[in-house]
């Protein structure tokens, strides 16, 4: 049988799913048990060559429905979170993750991204369209952030669902962006606002 077609049939029949899900995860903590952990994950997931993750004082709940790749000499570091539940987690060559920092998918960064410690950056929002239901009991409403190459992300910055991020951008700490940066730009503040962007005709950066 066609495994993708084998997928849609387990996602169809609730009674499945959610016999799959409680063996994977407990229903009240929400992260991948040990099995999982040592015996599915190291198959289903890619890690490059030189990846060094200081796992020991991190929480990488990464599930086996979803990716969780990482480039070749990824670093991150200590007492990061990263959770691929809600989707896939992509991290691209030579990228690093600061301190105490936290990647909740879909969330993609291209090669050479960096983030600063505790930057904040989630692909999903809780749902709240009905007013009469628990915001925890509505779908999440995800919406893939996308960091492109050789962009960095300042301390204690926060990256927000459906975001996209150009190439070689500079985002200020401290800053909340809730919309699209360009490539080649500075943003700062909250929300975040581009103030600088490379003339490549004059090789410099300008005011905007």
Not at 109 to 129: C, E, S, T
Request: contains cysteine.
């Amino acid at each position: 049988m066609n495994i993708s077609l084998l997928k849609e049939k387990l996602k169809k029949n609730r009674t499945i799913k959610s016999f799959i899900i409680k063996l994977i995860s407990p229903s009240l903590n929400p992260r991948p048990r040990l099995w999982v952990r040592l015996l599915v994950n190291p198959w289903v997931h890619k890690k490059g060559k030189g990846c060094k993750i200081r796992q020991r004082r991190s929480r990488i709940d990464v599930f086996p429905w979803n990716k969780f790749n990482l480039g070749d000499n990824v670093l991150i570091e200590d007492f990061t979170t990263i959770n691929n539940g809600a989707g896939d987690v992509i991290i691209g060559n030579n990228s690093r993750i600061g301190i105490g920092s936290v990647i909740i998918g879909p969330v993609t960064l291209g090669n050479k991204v960096g983030l600063g410690q505790h930057v904040f950056i989630a692909g999903f929002n809780h749902g709240y369209a009905d007013a009469s239901i628990d915001s925890n009991e509505q779908d999440l409403v995800k919406s893939t952030v996308i960091i492109e190459d050789e962009s960095h992300i300042g301390s204690n910055s926060v990256i927000l669902a459906g975001v996209h991020i150009g190439t070689r951008a500079q985002i200020g700490a401290g800053s909340v962006v809730t919309k699209d940066i360009p490539s080649y730009c500075v943003a700062v503040g909250n929300p975040a606002r581009v103030i600088k962007k490379f003339d490549f005709q004059k090789k410099e950066w300008v005011r905007m």
